[in-house]
């Protein structure tokens, strides 16, 4: 598949997408770790609720949901960017940049002027994903799971 061919749809989470979302994003916290405990996301069980402070994303393929982004506000001009993921098969086709750029257009709508972030220090292609988009190292934190890098990105 190229990304030609992927005729993907990027909008806001709908109640309808909660099982499809919780899986997806739990399934690839399963590759990155090698394993899940799906105590550690109790914010998946009700994504509608987690994310009433700022905004949930999918983007689905032929009805199938292949990739999710989320923002919560950290400040009134600050948020958040977490829950991005995309389903291996559709890796590196665009998902993610496509979901990422809904997010960004949707921050901006709340009046959010900068976005940071957090992605674990050995997740490479996520760092590389994040830096090819603009976003910006600041600094690197010891976390309860490893080293963490955190990133920024202002919205001109």
Known sequence: MSRRDLRLRVRPFAPRDQAA????IL????ERW???DP???????????SFHDGGFWVAERAGALV????????APKQAEIVRMAVATSHRRL?????????????VRAHGIST???ETNDDWHSAIAFYEANGFRLTHREASEFGPIRWFRLDLA
Request: hydrophobic share 50%.
């Open 39 to 49: 105590s550690l996301n109790p914010d998946l069980n009700d994504i509608a609720a």
């Open 67 to 74: 990739g999710t982004a989320g923002w919560h506000r950290r």
């Open 34 to 36: 090698g394993a899940i």
């Open 115 to 117: 976005v940071v972030l």
């Open 21 to 24: 979302a919780h899986r997806l």
């Open 27 to 30: 399934h690839g916290l399963g």
């Open 94 to 106: 665009g998902v993610g940049h496509a979901l990422l750029q809904a997010l960004l257009r949707d």
